[in-house]
Nanobody, 120 residues
């Protein structure tokens, strides 16, 4: 059994910064791609940033230059540093990881979501 636990969501003023964290726990052999998605009511969940096991990164155009994704493999944790936050960044943020929990299984796991509110 694998579980992802997110933290770091909060209310922040426009122009402010937040760092989200997502830690995986349970039966874990390897973690491949780690990613952050976000969703606002009435819209589909969309990719914000992803980082591969070799630390190659990919960002949505809307966050390039403002957000940074990183990972700590020793802690099975992915981070999202968000700077220069805008009201349009307000959403529920979800982490996702591709995890091998046995020799035969690689599955995608999601966190429970953390709310980021950007408002003055």
């Amino acid at each position: 059994q694998v579980h992802l636990t997110e933290s770091g969501g909060a209310l922040v003023q426009p122009g402010g910064s937040l760092r989200l964290s997502c830690a995986a726990s349970g039966t874990i052999s390897s973690i491949y791609t780690m990613a952050w998605y976000r969703q606002v009511p009435g819209e589909q969940r969309g990719l914000v940033a992803a980082i591969t096991s070799s630390s190659n990164t990919n960002y949505a155009d809307s966050v390039k230059g403002r957000f940074t994704i990183s990972r700590d493999n020793a802690k099975n944790t992915v981070y999202l540093q968000m700077n220069s936050l805008k009201p349009e960044d307000e959403a529920v943020y979800y982490c996702k990881m591709s995890i091998r929990s046995s020799p035969y299984n690689v599955d995608a796991y999601w966190g429970q979501g953390t709310q980021v509110t950007v408002s003055s």
